[in-house]
T-cell receptor
Framework: EVQVLESGGGLVQPGGSLRLSCAASGFSFSSYWMTWVRQAPGKGLEWVANIKGDGSEENYMDSVKGRFTISRDNAKNSVYLQMTTLRVEDTAVYYCARDWNWSVGNWGQGTLAIVSS | QSALTQPRSMSGSPGQSVTISCTGTSSDVGAYNYVSWYQQHPGKAPKLMIYYVSQRPSGVPDRFSASKSGNTASLTISGLQAEDEADYYC???????????FGGGTKLTVL
């Protein structure tokens, strides 16, 4: 069974940093793109970033370019989202997911990041 | 990266059919057959319902169907059931630089 489990969310001040982690199991991790999607409180889904199976390619939404970095450790079946220079508008539940057939196939339960002073 | 356009809310009675639209542009929905749909119940993670425009993952009831015409994709739910009450989001690939774009979501109420 495919499982994805996020961790690392919490409360941080504007301008601060946070590192989200995502542990995956139940599939050949290095064969799949992995994605982060976020959802601000009461708002819709927003694609944030993804990374190729071998880590050779990364993509980001415009508003996080230069501030967020996605990475993965295939030996640990884990993907990470390093978030720096955080803004109030980055407050959201962050979902980690496995890409599947050009879709976001398997989602974790999410981890909440709150940026507030 | 503009969101795809969905109706904010829709409703239907049990047993009826509803169709949720998702309008994009010739750079996303109109350009690629990589349209997917997600169902999200309150407080839960989204669930993939449709991929490749019209394909259902195993376990998704065949009451859920989808299609695309031009820049607009559609999700149809037939024989509405109480458990279909949820938020629904469309998503499309939008090319190498924009990557992925979601719709704003549609809140479906089963009356």
């Amino acid at each position: 069974e495919v499982q994805v489990l996020e961790s690392g969310g919490g409360l941080v001040q504007p301008g601060g940093s946070l590192r989200l982690s995502c542990a995956a199991s139940g599939f050949s991790f290095s064969s799949y793109w992995m994605t982060w999607v976020r959802q601000a409180p009461g708002k819709g889904l927003e694609w944030v970033a993804n990374i190729k199976g071998d880590g050779s390619e990364e993509n980001y939404m415009d508003s996080v370019k230069g501030r967020f970095t996605i990475s993965r450790d295939n030996a640990k079946n884990s993907v990470y989202l390093q978030m720096t220079t955080l803004r109030v508008e980055d407050t959201a539940v962050y979902y980690c997911a496995r890409d599947w057939n050009w879709s976001v196939g398997n989602w974790g339960q999410g981890t909440l990041a709150i940026v507030s002073s | 990266q503009s969101a795809l356009t969905q109706p904010r809310s829709m409703s239907g009675s049990p047993g009826q059919s509803v169709t949720i639209s998702c309008t994009g542009t010739s750079s996303d929905v109109g350009a690629y057959n990589y349209v997917s749909w997600y169902q999200q119940h309150p407080g839960k993670a989204p669930k993939l319902m449709i991929y490749y425009v019209s394909q259902r993952p195993s376990g998704v009831p065949d009451r859920f169907s989808a299609s695309k015409s031009g820049n607009t994709a559609s999700l149809t739910i037939s024989g509405l059931q109480a458990e279909d009450e949820a938020d629904y989001y469309c998503c499309s690939y939008a090319g190498r630089y924009t990557n992925w774009v979601f719709g704003g979501g549609t809140k479906l109420t089963v009356l």
